[in-house]
């Protein structure tokens, strides 16, 4: 074939080693071309594989799974990523960033920040058919956070299938100070100044998220379900970007100010 670099994908044989490949990319800090440029049939089920596999491999060096998130449902995040469909992915124990704590600059690659509506569940959620209103009958809490995301291919650039394989570009995320019960508050009025060294930078409501927060939720039940997944009791579940990620470079200082939820500080 002319030019010669489109390779054929051999799932079975692939799966692992690009798994491998990714994590390997996170731990040495190094960004890579998107998998789609070299193999362009990369679909969403043999992606969610890859990103399967990959937890598969943090759990053996002794990860665990704290939850999920959800990525890319908001309008606003579309646009930016050039992508038009949410995802889910994993969180495990090494992303949490407790409060107050500095960003580790030196384990990241071009790390950018973004605020997200928080929910921590209280009962069991399992697709499908989970609607917004059963799925926020399954919530405890109700948190501002912001997540960290670092994605392991060059200039955040990718398509569906790359950005599903990479985990959602998952490095960190910060949890605000207010634990909320859902029923008490307007998800979609709840609104958030993100501001970068004291200037304002974004704005957000929870609305922007899929319509509502819950709506975000039920969404991650339902295509879990599809992959044999429930959300468990206990779990966090990130519902996405509420503004554009801002970029995070060292010794900037991003702040979210929730309007019930309180404020949460990064120090980068
Ligand atoms: O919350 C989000 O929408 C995260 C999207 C992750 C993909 C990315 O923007 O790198
Ligand atoms: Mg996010």
């Known amino acids: 074939e002319p030019g010669g670099t489109v390779q054929t994908l051999e799932p079975l044989r692939s799966v692992d080693s690009i798994a491998s490949q ?156 207010v634990g909320a019960d859902p029923a008490v508050l307007n998800l979609p009025l709840e609104a958030c100044l993100l501001e970068v060294d004291g200037q304002l930078a974004a704005t957000g409501v929870g609305a922007a998220v899929q319509g509502h927060p819950a709506e975000a939720l039920a969404m991650a039940a339902n295509s879990l379900a599809e992959r044999g997944h429930a959300i468990e009791a206990g779990w966090i579940v990130m519902t996405g970007g509420m503004t554009d990620a801002v970029a995070a470079p060292r010794g900037t200082t991003i702040t979210a100010q929730f309007t019930h939820l309180g404020s949460i500080g990064v120090t980068c």
């Open 22 to 177: 990714l994590l390997r990319a996170e731990a040495d800090r190094t960004a890579r071309a998107p998998l789609t440029d070299a193999y362009p049939e990369l679909d969403i089920a043999l992606a969610y594989r890859i990103q399967d596999e990959a937890l598969s491999q943090r759990i053996e060096r002794g990860e665990n799974i704290v939850g999920v998130k959800l990525g890319l449902t908001s309008p606003a995040k579309q646009r930016q990523m050039g992508v038009s469909a949410p995802l889910t992915a994993w969180l495990t124990d090494a992303m949490t960033l407790p409060a107050g704590a500095p960003l580790p600059q030196d384990l990241l690659i071009h790390p950018r920040i973004e605020p997200e509506i928080t929910f921590v569940m209280g009962r069991r959620l399992a697709g499908p058919g989970v609607t917004a209103a059963t799925a926020l009958a399954a919530v405890d809490r109700v948190y501002a956070s912001l997540e960290i995301i670092d994605s392991r291919y060059l200039d955040f650039r990718f398509t569906l299938p790359d950005v599903i394989a990479d985990n959602a570009s998952s490095a960190y995320y910060v949890t605000g100070p």
